[in-house]
């Protein structure tokens, strides 16, 4: 009588092996806070047989990192809408993404066409929408009530009390409130250098005016809640935050265009994992998951509801930040074209070095 002890050890040999074989592994490529712990433990109990495996990156490192294995390694990767095209074009490392394998019509119409058209490449789309949001100005109104547009960061009445990170995004800002058109100028570099030109010496003369560059979101709160900084340049979500702390410190969209962004789902070129990427991808759009997200990111999710399904107090912040018309002149984004970060760079440089 000892054959059922064998065969129920069989049984669960065979068994394990199946769940093993049937087991995989959902590498992600993304930014923090875009998949935390609580979203991934209910789509792991949802879908026990994917367990999602997390890398922290940003935009050049996730270019640089799909580079050196030609897009081998990750299953699911998050880079701006305006990274994906030129990297694809250049150096291969994304595949073409099966839209029937995504609801649709859960995304916001205007996010997904726009994504859609700048990730189009030999009639194949490359990507979709995940979030969004914009970089322009924050305020204590109770000490810069008057502050409208990018150059206002410069205004002596705040001489020492402003504040802007010496990045891409206030080169481009500049250059918009100084009246060019940057993204129009990605195509020719002589045009842009010209730009960059003008942009450099404004820059370089506002630099008396300011208290600091800061580096990151928690070095910029603290400025800001300690009244050492009344007007700076941000991203929207850090100042969401802190309108929960400080009403009196607001999210102002610039008069010539706060910046838009808007970050993606994208494959790489030889993921492993399809069927669970898309699988994470609808999950995250699900109205009871959006909320989930936008609390860590801070950012909305582009759904046709982002704003909607936005914690309650970032919520309120939105809508004291912008009116319909801001949000018709958001400047989201141009394709990086080759060339255009080394002139970038080199402009922040000198920004930097000078007196």
Known sequence: MRYRPLLLCSAMGLALTLSSAGAETLRLLTWGNYAPDEVIALFEAEYPDI?????????????AKLRATSGAGFDLAQPGYNRVEAAQEEFGIYKPMDLSKIDLTRIDPMLLEKVKADTTIGGEVYSVPFDWGTTGLMIDKSAAPGVKDWLDLCDEAYKGRSSMRLRRSILVGTAFALGHDPFAAY??????QAILDDVTE???ACKKNLKTYWQG????SALMLSGEVVVAETWDSTAFKLFEQNPDILYVPPSSGALGWIDTFTLPAKGEADDAAYKWINFTYRPEIVPLLSANTGSIIAVTDGVAL???AVRGAVEAAFTPEDFTKIRFAAQIRPGVEDLEGKALEKIKAAE
């Open 310 to 312: 936005l914690p309650e």
């Open 202 to 204: 404004t820059l370089i």
């Open 51 to 63: 367990t999602v495996e997390v890398t922290l990156s940003n935009n050049e490192e996730m270019i």
């Open 187 to 192: 195509s020719d570099l002589a045009a842009y």
């Open 217 to 220: 979101g928690d070095d910029l």
